[in-house]
């Protein structure tokens, strides 16, 4: 099976315009994120971006080349591998470990978000600690730091003309989401590693749309993504099969493959930021495919993400009508972020091998799965719909279908 998707480009803001408080940036801002945006807005020009792009990103391979022991060291099974190495640690939609990528989860603004042990104990992937490769790799700790660092501010000036955005013609007098982000200590860095394509790999997942990351949308409030690096054997190259790469469905349900440009940071919406603004910014499924090819033979693919999203202290205030996991609010009542972020574990908590790494929503395998997995829906003249009206069976061969 062949696909033909359409290349979008993602709405782009220039760091100068983005930083300007006075600016009008709302049709921009509903372009990208609104109810009929694309879900992703990319920032340009932002000042000494590039060169931390390129310092973390070249060493992810280095950190996957470590050997076995030494990423053993590094692996957190207590926070269910949300911080230090994870490999094979999630399911493919297929069922099947993700051997396909590595990752190396750190929080980039605090090594040790609190000492209180009960608060750990509760929240062992928020509040558990970063685990450097200080001997092994040390420049990883300042890399990974400067560049999370970065991107968070920059999300945070996004973040306001987000809020200017929801704010427009509403009369609640919530707290936005800037503030929300500024005070949180749970933000999540994430440095991916997909391992170089073998011929032999080709077969396999080799068609799906999703082949290097499943369909998913993030669970927090704001993600921040780099724009990917392809390598073999260290050398940069561009990317070697042009329908390879980051892909989202769109609000009516088309798949596009998007792009922006290689020193811009792209943003995508997460699920908490949909329920709080009451569906006025919208949270983007997406996934990766691989690239094939003869030409991928042997080409690795190096990212990052942060993961922007409150406190596990933050009391949410949630609407009275949500769409997404509506089991859990009760009308007028709030939730802290950490208990929400419990119950999502809880609720969706599969097997030990797949932990749901904090900061992405659930991930689903399969159409068996996706019935377990996902919470259940509004329902429209007798089925399961999903938020765009699209049937959850429907969703269901999309993703297996892809
Ligand atoms: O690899 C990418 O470009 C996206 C990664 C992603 O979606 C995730 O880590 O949740």
Not at 132 to 154: S, T
Not at 306 to 316: A, G, H
Not at 334 to 351: A, C, N, Q, V
Request: glycine share 10%.
């Amino acid at each position: 099976m062949s696909f033909t998707s359409h290349v979008v480009q993602t709405v782009s803001i220039p760091y100068e315009e983005l930083k300007d408080q006075n600016a009008d940036l709302s049709k921009k801002i509903g372009e990208g994120f609104g109810p009929n945006g694309l879900g992703i807005i990319s920032i340009s020009a932002v000042p000494g971006y590039a060169s931390l792009r390129q310092n973390l990103l070249h060493l992810a391979p280095r950190l996957a080349s470590l050997p076995g022991e030494v990423k053993r060291g590094l692996e957190d099974p207590n926070s269910r591998y949300n911080f230090g190495w994870s490999h094979g640690k999630e399911k493919l939609e297929s069922g099947k470990p993700d051997l396909l990528k590595g990752s190396f989860y750190a929080n980039p603004i605090c090594d040790i978000p609190t000492d209180d042990v009960s608060l750990i104990k509760r929240y062992p992937s928020y509040c558990g600690q970063n685990i450097w490769p200080r001997d092994a790799l040390p420049e990883l700790e300042l890399a990974f730091k400067a560049l999370g660092k970065l991107i968070l501010d920059v999300g945070l000036l996004l973040a306001y003309h987000c809020d200017c955005y929801v704010a427009r013609g509403l009369e609640h007098d919530d707290e936005g989401l800037q503030q929300i982000l500024l005070r949180s200590r749970c933000h999540k860095g994430r440095l991916l590693y997909y391992f170089p394509t073998l011929r032999s790999d080709y077969t396999e997942d080799g068609d799906s749309m999703s082949s290097w990351c499943g369909w998913h949308t993030d669970h927090g409030s704001l993600t921040g993504l780099a724009c990917a690096m392809f390598m073999r054997n260290g050398v940069e190259l561009p990317c070697p099969d042009s329908a390879a790469g980051l892909y989202v469905k769109t609000r009516s349900s088309e798949i596009v493959k998007v792009v922006y440009g290689e020193d811009e940071i792209a943003y995508q919406i997460g699920e908490t930021t949909e329920i709080l603004s009451r569906g006025r910014l919208c949270a983007t499924p997406h996934c990766v495919r691989a690239p094939k090819g003869e030409a991928a033979s042997g080409v690795d693919r190096s990212t990052f993400a942060l993961f922007m999203q409150p406190d596990w202290d933050e009391k949410l205030n949630f609407p009275d009508v949500v769409n997404i996991h509506q089991e859990f609010l009760q009308p007028n009542g709030s939730l802290s972020f950490g208990e929400y972020t419990e119950k999502l574990l809880d609720k969706f908590r599969i097997s030990a091998l797949r932990p749901i790494i904090m900061g992405r929503g659930v991930k689903t395998s399969g159409p068996a799965e996706l019935a377990s997995a996902h919470p259940p829906r509004p329902r429209t003249a007798g089925r399961l719909v999903n938020r765009a009206g699209r049937s959850w069976a429907k969703e269901a061969e999309l993703r297996a279908g892809s």
